[in-house]
């Protein structure tokens, strides 16, 4: 069983940067696959990137592709997005999830637990 709780989003002016933090409770994360998603009024969820469970393999959305980073710190339990030149477009709530598997799939159907998710916004 893992909880997740993200945190580190906000407001930034198009061209900004955040970085988004997730703090995964549990034993078993080094074995779980990380990934992030969001979701923007209207629209489904959709796939951002994620990170296998050793950290070694990582895969993006074509939209992030060059301009996010996902990492992992194991010993610490965290997940990160690290997002630059941000665009209007990405203003989202995003999520954390895990999966109970070392492989990292793009699909959210095999994520097994969510976090509650954090705003953020990127004004023009």
């Known amino acids: 069983q893992l909880q997740l709780v993200e945190s580190g989003g906000g407001l930034v002016q198009a061209g900004g940067s955040l970085r988004l933090s997730c703090a995964a409770s549990g034993r078993t994360f080094s074995s779980a696959a990380m990934g992030w998603f969001r979701q923007a009024p209207g629209k489904e969820r959709e796939f951002v990137a994620t990170?296998?469970?050793?950290?070694?393999?990582?895969y993006y959305a074509d939209f992030v592709k060059g301009r996010f980073t996902i990492s992992r710190d194991n010993a610490k339990h965290t997940v990160s997005l690290q997002m630059n030149s941000l665009k209007p477009d990405d203003t989202a709530l995003y999520y954390c999830a895990a999966r109970n598997n070392l492989y990292a799939l793009r699909e959210a159907r095999f994520y097994d637990y969510w976090g509650q998710g954090t705003q953020v916004t990127v004004s023009s």
């Open positions: 990170i296998s469970g050793s950290g070694g393999r990582t």
